[in-house]
């Protein structure tokens, strides 16, 4: 698996499809309002999944951990949403820590980590 992490609008998904030659039928982009599928290639936007699994109290990383043989040969992308400023809202503070969690969790996992900052590459792994 390929772990794929920047801020939003940092150009994460055009690095995916060019590095690995996805089409857009390749491609599962995560929604807040449902759960995740695993049948495609890529998986964008991991981070609204930790919000679903906050907002039905769900454990993403236990998911992910659980389904591990569905997305161990997947690119996985998720936006940087655990640093900065800390929210005051508790829901949001969950989802921050959720998503942290899931995304260490699936570096130590990954064969490779790139940072995507400014549409450019930075491999941590």
């Known amino acids: ?6 801020g939003a609008y940092q150009g994460k ?7 690995y030659g996805l089409e857009e039928d390749g491609i599962f982009t995560c929604s807040e309002n449902s759960d995740i599928s ?3 290639r890529c998986i964008n936007s991991i981070q609204e999944f930790t919000l679903h699994c906050v907002r039905e109290g769900l454990d993403a990383t236990e998911i992910f951990r659980a389904r591990k043989n569905k997305w161990e040969n997947s690119i996985l992308i998720c936006e940087d949403i655990f ?4 929210p005051l809202g508790a829901d949001i503070r969950a989802w921050r820590e ?4 899931l995304c260490a969790y699936l570096s130590s996992e ?6 995507i900052f400014c549409g450019l590459e930075q491999k941590l792994k």
């Not at 959720?98 to 969690?101: E, S």
């Not at 990954?110 to 940072?115: D, E, F, L, Y």
């Open 1 to 6: 698996m390929d772990l794929i992490i920047g």
């Open 38 to 40: 695993f049948d495609r």
């Open 110 to 115: 990954a064969n490779s980590v790139t940072r």
């Open 98 to 101: 959720m998503t942290g969690r």
């Open 83 to 86: 640093c900065g400023v800390v």
């Open 13 to 19: 998904l055009d690095y995916a499809k060019r590095k």
